[in-house]
């Protein structure tokens, strides 16, 4: 590469003395290195006189074939370098607010403060997550990565979750026994084909039909918890989501059994983020969100 990149210097500035200077090395090692090219080559790549260098036809040919190398490498080079300088997550809203941003400052301090980090939205919360093509890594309700790269983040375990006003105005009721529940309020996600929990789900677990008069449906699960602290109806609160919420006194646990379904939140390493670094980072940080989320 050296000969190349003296050449080049020398062809552009039209002066070994400046190429030299530009390069920060002496005026012997650029002339060693174009006598050098040009001994391999068998052809002579400048005209020189006593007033200085000038391109021969074929090195000014030549020149332009490895000007347009160079560049190309470089540009290269700064693609990748600035890819591995940044994060991009696909995901959904819920995702991103109630379980990226809250340890954030932990993705941070792993990943250092050169690397970038891009979270790509999306408020259609019951589906599947796509596999996004601008990102890194793509957080979803169902997988569709390759094996080695996925990871599961969390296990859908649900709660009942209320106001600390709504438990305490029903507090009867809710001591009692499920069925006598279903004349209450319940906030529910609209269902998709995957992902959350439902209602009807919970109480088919108690061997209870709800009626579907009892249910108000959100599209977003972030606001369906802002209507839960607020004191609307009861939600289902699933881990790692609420406990923000739960920590601040605006929401409060009902008994204290769990519900588990077959589903899972994923992460996986689109064909983008498999190589870089920081991708790599971030789904460590995943893997140990269940560890940080209880």
């Known amino acids: ?53 000038s391109l021969t036809a074929e090195g000014a040919t030549y020149h332009e074939a490895v000007a347009s190398a160079l560049r190309g490498l470089r540009d290269a080079e700064e693609r990748l370098t600035q890819s591995n300088r940044s994060l991009t997550i696909a995901c959904s809203y819920s995702v991103s607010h109630l379980l990226i941003m809250p340890h954030y400052s932990r993705l941070r301090g792993l990943l250092g403060e050169d690397v970038t980090i891009n979270v790509l939205t999306s408020n259609y919360e019951a589906m599947a997550a796509p596999e996004e093509p601008n990102a890194d890594i793509v957080i979803g309700y169902e997988y569709h990565g390759s094996g080695s790269r996925s990871q599961r983040i969390l296990i859908e375990d649900v709660i009942p979750i209320a106001s600390p006003d709504y438990i305490a105005k029903h507090k009867d009721v809710l001591s009692g026994p499920v069925k006598g529940w279903i004349n209450l309020r319940f906030l529910d996600v609209s269902q998709g084909r995957v992902g959350w929990a439902t209602w009807d789900g919970w109480f088919g677990h108690h061997n209870v039909v709800l009626p579907h008069s009892s249910v108000e449906r959100f599209t977003n699960y972030v606001y369906l918890l802002e209507a839960a602290a607020a004191g609307s109806g009861v939600a289902l609160g699933w881990r790692g989501f609420f406990e923000r919420l739960q920590k601040i006194g605006a929401l409060e646990t009902i008994g204290g059994n769990w519900y588990s379904t077959d589903n899972y939140l994923w992460a996986w390493c689109t064909r983008q983020g498999q190589n870089k670094k920081s991708a790599q980072i971030c789904m460590q940080f995943l893997t140990d969100l269940q560890n940080h989320s209880g």
């Open 1 to 53: 590469m050296s000969p190349l990149i003296a050449f080049e210097a020398a062809a552009r500035l039209g002066s070994v003395t400046m190429a030299a200077s530009e390069l920060n090395t002496s005026q012997s090692a650029v002339s060693r290195h174009i006598r050098n090219l040009e001994e391999r080559m068998k052809l002579a790549l400048f005209h020189r006189d006593g007033r200085g260098i």
